[in-house]
């Protein structure tokens, strides 16, 4: 059922770097401006839970916060960091859960979506006004390379976009000054909906995404918009952000997650393939929905560590904040 609105999908192959990946975290590493070369120059697993943005209480969302989850907010402020000093991109490129489309891969090619978000389990945390600029000749590369691999792919220019939450709590996490364009694609692989999660288009959808950053000479940072175990509680304390009430839904799913990022912290992404398909049956992780396998295609699977900057429960789900730098990179 899940291949039933999908065309032949054409074979692409990974690329391939020179050196082995350094094993463990490299938190460590003191990073320094990157040079300006246009590609995929960073790619970061960006979990887009409503209650972090609610308790930073930016200007942008009207619910109030006495704030909460600070190890993962903290690790997120470290990535912004990284992202303003050392990466420096031409545009932020996100692909989230939460915009489904049940008929091909969307891309957002809206010059300027502005709005309200509101998620719709937790609106007494999250409404939030966006409004932001689009890098639409991107965006527009990514959807023709997408088709030329054999996707279906349809290029949305509706200036009346509603926007999803996952989409900009990634985006606001790791840029609250929204001074970076961006680029938005939709989660096709209908996670939600049929039991096959067919993550090898998403596969041929980051191999599209990394020809057209190339081509239009963008230097792009990579966001994947998932939680990773995905269990989680169906009440909530009286206040949200009572942090005696938060912990892992169980052992089960955090021993889990904790195999998934201890492969993330050795290196390198190649064995993720496998081991990311084993998560998501062992947890309902929200890698289902395929950003994940996305950004690491798109990265060509780089033999390195990722940088594990963070982890912490929201609701019993596991978050994690990490980041890879392509092969080759002078902070790698």
Not at 39 to 64: D, F, K, M, T, W
Not at 84 to 113: F, K, S, Y
Not at 207 to 232: C, I
Not at 258 to 277: F, N, Q, V
Request: glycine residues 8%; proline residues 8%.
């Amino acid at each position: 059922m899940s291949r039933v609105f999908r065309v032949p999908v054409a074979t692409t192959h990974a690329r391939t770097g020179g050196g082995t990946g350094a094993a463990g975290s490299t938190g460590g590493r003191a990073p320094q401006p990157a040079p300006a070369r246009a590609g995929i120059v960073a790619g970061c697993l960006s979990p887009h839970p409503p209650h972090l943005i609610y308790a930073e209480n930016p200007p942008q969302n009207e619910p109030r916060s006495t704030g909460g989850w600070e190890t993962l907010r903290w690790a997120y402020e470290r990535l912004r960091k990284r992202i303003q000093e050392v990466h420096r991109p031409d545009v932020l490129i996100v692909h989230a859960p939460h915009w489904i489309t049940m008929v091909g891969h969307h891309v957002n090619c809206a010059p300027n979506p502005r709005g309200i978000s509101v998620e719709p389990i937790f609106p007494h945390l999250f409404r939030y006004r966006y409004d932001f600029r689009t890098d639409v000749e991107l965006g527009e590369a990514i959807a023709d390379e997408a088709s030329g691999l054999g996707l279906v792919t349809r290029k949305m220019r509706d200036p009346r976009v509603r926007v999803d939450y996952a989409t900009i709590g990634a985006l606001h996490l790791v840029n609250p000054a929204w001074d970076i364009p961006v680029v938005s694609l939709s989660a096709n692989n209908n996670p939600y909906f049929y039991s096959e999660a067919a993550l090898e288009e998403m596969e041929v959808l980051g191999e599209a995404t990394r020809r057209a950053v190339e081509a239009t000479g963008r230097r792009a940072v990579l966001l994947a918009s998932n939680s990773l175990s995905h269990l989680h509680w169906h009440e909530e304390p009286e206040l949200p952000e009572d942090m005696e009430r938060e912990h892992p839904y169980n052992n089960h799913q955090y021993r889990w997650d904790m195999k998934l990022l201890e492969a993330i912290r050795r290196g390198p992404t190649a064995p993720l393939r496998e081991l990311i398909t084993e998560h998501i049956e062992a947890t309902a992780s929200e890698t289902k929905a395929g950003s994940l396998t996305w950004m690491l295609a798109a990265m060509g699977w780089p033999r390195v560590a990722g940088d594990v900057l963070g982890y912490g429960t929201i609701i019993g789900t596991g978050n994690a904040v990490v980041e890879w730098l392509p092969e080759g990179s002078p902070n790698g």
